[in-house]
């Protein structure tokens, strides 16, 4: 069954409404997810008599002259997408949304909404350790910088000094950051920015490298939250100071189609620590 979104869900999907369930195996393996309880409710009043002459198959409707598409928006880069949305047939009230691989196609498992935002229908998916961590409070519907939590300078410093530091009796910083992990990243990007290697740096007196800055994809104020550390090479990308300060402080949609690109590079981490890329992405939508 479904479950309308709680408070907690709607501030951080900034919804109006919204619906939830899991994607069972079945669904998955048929490419097709029945609208059921609050989940019809909504998009039944929220679409009205759209619906009303898509029944029966997709040549059916369009034998009516009818698209059976219908146009939603996927979260959370609100990018439309169409996908056909009707009832099924010898059953009028079963209505349902068919999936398409490359829009929108959760795995079993997860789990998908729908919910209405600025006048429109949205799309989500999301980890059950993500639904977890909206509706605890964990983490901050409106403030991208809370969530983030900027990377100490200190450290970043020293990631571009060719010694270890002196002056510390260790090398493993707040939240357990490790210096030699940290420049594992670095190297192995080449320093690089994975970002926006276009966008102009310098060259670190100390290293002779460019001055690089290293950035947890999810970040490490989440670590108490996790068992598996995130303090590992695939959660570290490296990045020039500019793009570092993007991530943080910057519109999403300057930033977005690359982070997706850097995202699915890591997709095996991601989900080895149980989210899904959109759990990821959500962080920096906000």
Do not use: N
């Given at each position: 069954m479904s479950e309308s979104f709680t408070p907690a869900m709607e501030r951080f999907f900034h919804a109006k409404r919204g619906a939830y369930s899991v994607v069972t195996n079945d669904e998955y393996n048929k490419s097709q997810i029945t609208f059921v309880g609050s989940e019809q409710e909504l998009v039944e009043d929220f679409l009205g008599s759209?619906?009303?002459?898509?029944?029966?198959?997709?040549?059916?409707?369009?034998?009516?002259?009818?698209?059976?598409?219908?146009?939603?928006?996927?979260?959370?880069s609100g990018r439309p997408i169409y996908l056909t949305t009707s009832y099924k047939t010898n059953k009028p009230r079963e209505l349902r949304l068919y999936l398409r691989v490359g829009q929108f196609k959760p795995d079993p498992g997860w789990f998908w909404g729908v919910f209405e935002r600025e006048g429109s229908l949205w799309l989500c998916e999301m980890s059950p350790d993500m639904l977890q961590k909206i509706n605890s409070g964990l983490l901050d519907p409106i403030d991208r910088v809370e969530n983030l939590e900027p990377e100490i300078d200190d450290y970043q410093f020293d990631l571009n000094n060719a010694k270890a530091p002196d002056k510390k009796k260790s090398e493993v910083y707040q939240y357990g950051?490790?210096?030699?992990?940290?420049?594992?990243?670095?190297?192995?990007?080449?320093?690089?920015?994975?970002?926006?290697?276009?966008?102009?740096?310098?060259?670190s007196r100390s290293s002779g490298n460019s001055f690089m800055e290293a950035h947890h994809l999810i970040p490490m104020k989440l670590q108490d939250s996790f068992e598996k550390s995130l303090d590992v090479l695939d959660n570290i990308c490296c990045l020039n100071p500019l793009?570092?300060?993007?991530v943080h402080f910057g519109a999403y949609n300057a930033f977005e189609e690359r982070l997706v690109s850097i995202v699915r590079l890591r997709s095996d981490f991601i989900r080895s620590v149980g989210w899904i890329e959109d759990d990821v992405l959500a962080l920096y939508a906000i």
């Open positions: 759209e619906l009303d002459q898509r029944h029966g198959s997709i040549a059916a409707i369009q034998a009516l002259g009818i698209d059976p598409d219908l146009e939603y928006r996927l979260f959370p950051r490790d210096r030699k992990v940290a420049l594992q990243a670095l190297s192995r990007a080449r320093f690089s920015c994975e970002l926006f290697p276009e966008y102009p740096t310098f060259v793009s570092h300060r993007m």
